[in-house]
């Protein structure tokens, strides 16, 4: 759970939260305890204190400055220091360099957080003191982490128990006013961030909720501004541990009205300007924060606030669905795109909700199309050879391998198998056929591709079929899940036999992917094996499913040219599947026509001569 007295910089907690490192204000790193002597930090304090003594500015200053922000690891700065700090930035008896304002600001913001209870009066002057910055300053040397660095000292200040309600109020009135006239700034150095959301994070915690909606205005309206940042997948999950770390402490200090503020303004009728990828992090950490709720603090209002929550990521799922239509082969909207990401990771990192169509659906987009994305990758890479005969960038794909929602496909498809298991038949039926139907494409797709690549560009193939690997096992998963639903007593011999035959023919188009013996697979194979033997029907159906002898010696979609140079022998992933009809073939064959045998088996025996074992 983020309990906010577990999270002493609260924009480090997020980059965590993201896979990301420590990061410190002007591209300086964070060092470690033993890199800086105790002897350079008290140095660097001397001379600052001198400086400001002799009422001259020493380029020495800076450089002091840098080494205490190197330092920060390890650094403690306590009143004394903090009314250093605060004297250098108000004398008028030098003009610092605009460099030294946002490491005098993390200096600051250092001593805020790491103080046990700072000087209310010194709290007082730091507020004038920024005050009068911003407003005389700030418009000459502006600078994203200026901007950064600003927001998130007002809002660590504005979180201050002790502080004053007038200073806790002036910082979040500067705060808001910071995010609404400068949020460009935030899009020119997009390593801020996190900074930026760490001080809405602390303003939102803030005891004092004159500018609460004002702030949530920003949190989720910023992003859809037209010189606004970029909607990206990090900055979503930033959003929703932000939000999960802001209502953990409005529910372990029973703060209704905040929590009544979440559930009107965001939860309830959102602002046309609210941007749907934010609305649903913003939800999902809702319900995280929820379901971490400790048990029996009679907080009736936490079941109706994730209640809400899920409602809202129904609704944003439903309004995605209703604008694609054709949501998984013909939408191809980078903002959409985004959306599917979001929603997935959502419900990957904040747990089961409820059954809605619209949610199965995006799920089943978001697995099809973003995170297993092999049919757009293979026509990627078909065009590119085709067009340019160059070599595809690879980047792309291991950035994909890379990303938190490729190594969170897992529990994403546990998330989908729920909301299957709880569908109508309806929904059930057809992600059922979305799934078999990109079975059948990857199959389609991976062997152009490979047949193409294989000595041409290995370590392309090699990250392709990581990815195929992965969507093998989600198959393989939903499968199962399948098996369980549609396999028993309350459904006809038909249907069972006709759903068998289907997740046979897919597990036959991912044969070549199959790396390991999963215990899902097996299972799910013995299930739907058993069901198919008992009747010559079903057997019929699955072995006229196998390619046919002119479809293993020959692609019709072949150019003339590659026709002429197709050799079925090395198509690796046509023989995996073949080879897997044929140890499937054996359990059914007392039931399967001779006719049959002879028109669609024997002919691949005299092509794969090492099959005969199985027949004989």
Not at 528 to 557: G, H, K, R
Request: proline share 3%; charged share 20%; net charge neutral.
């Amino acid at each position: 759970m983020a309990r906010q007295t577990n999270t002493l910089f609260l924009e480090q907690w997020l980059r965590t939260n993201i896979g990301g490192i420590s990061h410190s204000v002007s591209g300086h790193s964070s060092l470690s305890t033993s890199s800086l002597s105790a002897r350079a930090i008290i140095q660097a304090w001397s001379e600052i204190r001198d400086s400001l003594q002799n009422q001259t500015f020493n380029p020495l200053i800076l450089q002091s400055l840098k080494t205490l922000l190197n330092s920060q690891a390890s650094l403690h700065v306590a009143d004394p220091q903090a009314k250093l700090l605060l004297s250098v930035l108000s004398s008028r008896s030098f003009d610092l360099p605009s460099e030294s304002y946002p490491i005098l600001l993390r200096l600051l913001y250092i001593w805020v957080r790491k103080s046990f209870r700072p000087s209310t009066a010194l709290i007082d002057s730091a507020v004038d003191v920024l005050s009068h910055v911003f407003a005389t300053e700030f418009d000459s040397k502006k600078s994203p982490s200026f901007l950064a660095e600003g927001i998130l000292i007002l809002g660590a200040i504005s979180f201050v128990p002790s502080v004053s309600e007038s200073s806790k109020i002036a910082c979040s009135e500067l705060l808001c006013r910071l995010l609404e006239e400068d949020y460009e700034l935030v899009r020119l150095g997009e390593e801020i961030i996190p900074d930026v959301l760490a001080g809405i994070g602390y303003a939102l915690s803030s005891s004092v909720d004159v500018h609460f909606v004002r702030v949530l205005d920003s949190l989720l309206g910023i992003w859809g501004k037209e010189d606004g940042p970029r909607s990206t997948v990090p900055t979503a999950l930033m959003i929703l541990h932000l939000v999960e770390w802001v209502v953990s402490g409005c529910i372990k200090s029973r703060s209704l009205k905040k929590i009544e503020a979440f559930t009107q303004q965001i939860l309830g009728t959102s602002k046309a300007s609210y941007v749907p990828f934010a609305l649903v992090m913003v939800a999902a950490g809702v319900l995280r924060a929820s379901r971490q709720a400790a048990n029996g603090q009679g907080l009736e209002f936490v079941s109706r606030l994730r209640i809400s929550a899920e409602n809202q990521i129904a609704f944003v799922a439903q309004q995605l669905i209703s604008e694609t239509k054709a949501y998984i082969n013909s939408d191809n909207d980078p903002a959409n795109s985004l959306l599917r990401q979001c929603l997935s990771l959502a419900l990957a990192r904040s747990g089961a909700v409820s059954f809605t169509v619209p949610v199965l659906l995006c799920l089943a987009s978001a697995l099809l199309r973003e995170i297993f994305p092999l049919s757009h990758l293979y026509m990627q890479i078909l065009q590119f050879i085709h067009s340019s005969g160059s070599e595809f960038d690879t980047n792309e794909i291991k950035r994909h391998l890379d990303s938190s929602l490729f190594k969170e496909a897992g529990v994403i498809t546990g998330v989908f198998c729920n909301q299957y298991v709880s569908a109508d038949e309806d929904s059930k039926s057809l992600v059922e056929s979305l799934i078999w139907d990109y079975c059948r494409d990857v199959y389609s797709g991976h062997r152009q591709v490979a047949l193409l690549l294989r000595e041409r560009n290995n370590e392309l193939l090699v990250d392709l079929e990581k990815i195929a690997e992965s969507a093998f096992l989600m198959v393989a998963v939903f499968a199962l899940a399948v098996t369980k639903q549609r396999l028993n007593s309350n459904f006809s011999q038909e249907i069972q036999r006709e759903k068998s035959v289907q997740i046979l023919v897919s597990f036959s188009c991912l044969e070549y992917f199959r790396r390991m013996r999963l215990p899902e697979y097996m299972d799910t194979i013995r299930r739907v094996v058993a069901c198919v033997q008992e009747n010559e029907s079903a057997c019929i159906s699955f072995v006229e499913s196998m390619p046919f002898y002119v479809d293993l010696t020959t692609w019709q979609d072949f150019s003339s040219k590659q026709k002429m140079g197709y050799e079925w022998s090395k198509d690796e992933v046509q023989t995996a599947r073949v080879l897997f009809y044929v140890r499937v073939i054996p359990t059914c064959i007392e039931r399967l026509p001779a006719h049959v045998f002879r028109r669609v088996v024997t002919p691949a025996m005299f092509l794969y001569p090492k099959i005969h074992g199985y027949f004989t």
